[in-house]
Structure formats: structure tokens, C-alpha cells
């Protein structure tokens, strides 16, 4: 009983961490902030984690291998299924989105924090550098090979930029930073992961085409 207390305070941690995480940046929050939301003693949330940047990690680390690991199942599912064995390009850019927008959906409302807190890394020189490589940067090989084989006469550069814009919209999109609710008057909404992905997968589909000389 003791073990499983525990271990529902530290996730109670990391929960709290994660949302506030995502909402305000690493500089933006306090160990003592966390414990509050938590509702333990910040002597607890330091006990099982450490400082704050370790605590920073391990609520990054916790769902990335899972969500990772669904983006190449979903790669390889769709290749498997691709005429020829050669995946379209929106084949390829389904397998990069499905799992986040899944994720999206979930019954567990931390995968919105998480994702947020994704974009947050991603936007960062300094996080970015520190957090990516260790699990989604290992997977990159695998998606740039993809789209090699669906763009044979692209130069690898020109994929490259292209993926670099494709995940800069993805992290702008997963930040829901509200600001398309804004500029559109209420129209678009931040939060409607749905309509980013059925929007997103034509229009990068179209810069892939066109930046690799498939559409001049």
C-alpha cells in the first residue's frame, strides 16, 4: 500500500510538472509551484526527483519513447501496406502526425501538456539540443529515408529543409498557443488538433513537391 502511494505521488509530480512545464517554460516555473499542485511537500517532489532540471528530463523522457515508438510503427504499417512497398508522401507524413493526433485524443488530458511541452523543446536552442537527440532524433534516419525513396530525384538537402518545415508547423500547432483564435476571429481554433492534421498533410505534401521538383 505504502509502495503504491508512492508511486501515485511521484506521477501526481510529474503531472503537475508537465502542465506547468508546458504553460510556462522551464525558467517560468518553481520546484515549490509544482509540490503545491501537486499537493506535496516540495521536499517529497525534490526526494524523488532531484533538482528541477532533473525533474525537467523525466517528465520529458516519460512518454517520448512511447510516442516515438508509435510514429515507426505506424511507418513501417504503411509501408508495409504501399503499393510497390514505396510509401506516398502522405503516407509518410500520416506516420510523422497520426500517433500525436491520437495522442491528442486520448482520454488522458496530459498528452495536450506533454505535446506542448514538446514544442517547447523544440523551439529551444538549448533544450532542443539537450532533449531531442536522446529518442525522437534517433528516429529522424527513418522518415528522411522514407521520403528519399518517395522523392528518388530530390536533393537530400532540399528533404531535409523540408522536413525542418514540416516540424516547425508541427511544433507551432502543438504549442496551442492561441494566437490562430485570435488572427481569425474565433474561426480556427488552436485546440482542434483535427483540423491542423487534415489541413497540415496536403500542405506539406505540396512544399515537399514543390521544393524537390515535382511540381514545376
Not at 500500500?1 to 516555473?29: P, W
Not at 508522401?89 to 491520437?102: N, T
Request: hydrophobic share 45%.
Amino acid at each position: 500500500m505504502k509502495e503504491k502511494s508512492t508511486s501515485e505521488k511521484s506521477e501526481r509530480i510529474l503531472d503537475a510538472a508537465e502542465e506547468l512545464f508546458a504553460r510556462h517554460g522551464y525558467d517560468g516555473v518553481t520546484m515549490r509551484q509544482i509540490a503545491a499542485k501537486a499537493e506535496v511537500d516540495v521536499a517529497l517532489a525534490s526526494y524523488h526527483f532531484g533538482k528541477k532540471v532533473d525533474l525537467f528530463h523525466a517528465v520529458f523522457n516519460r512518454r517520448a519513447e512511447l510516442l516515438s515508438a508509435s510514429r515507426q510503427e505506424v511507418l513501417l504499417a504503411s509501408k508495409e501496406q504501399a503499393s510497390g512497398g514505396t510509401q506516398t508522401l502522405e503516407q509518410i507524413i500520416e506516420a510523422f502526425l497520426l500517433p500525436l493526433k491520437l495522442a491528442q485524443e486520448s482520454r488522458d488530458p496530459g498528452w495536450r501538456n506533454y505535446l506542448a511541452m514538446v514544442a517547447y523543446v523544440m523551439a529551444s536552442p538549448v533544450w532542443n539540443e539537450v532533449l531531442m537527440p536522446n529518442v525522437y532524433d534517433k528516429r529522424v534516419t527513418e522518415f528522411i529515408d522514407a521520403l528519399k525513396a518517395a522523392l528518388p530525384h530530390a536533393k537530400e538537402e532540399d528533404i531535409h529543409w523540408c522536413y525542418h518545415y514540416m516540424s516547425g508547423a508541427l511544433a507551432l500547432t502543438l504549442a496551442q498557443t492561441g494566437r490562430i483564435d485570435r488572427l481569425s476571429g474565433g474561426k480556427c481554433k488552436s485546440s482542434d488538433f483535427d483540423a491542423a492534421y487534415n489541413r497540415m498533410i496536403p500542405f506539406v505534401a505540396a512544399g515537399f513537391r514543390k521544393v524537390c521538383g515535382l511540381d514545376s
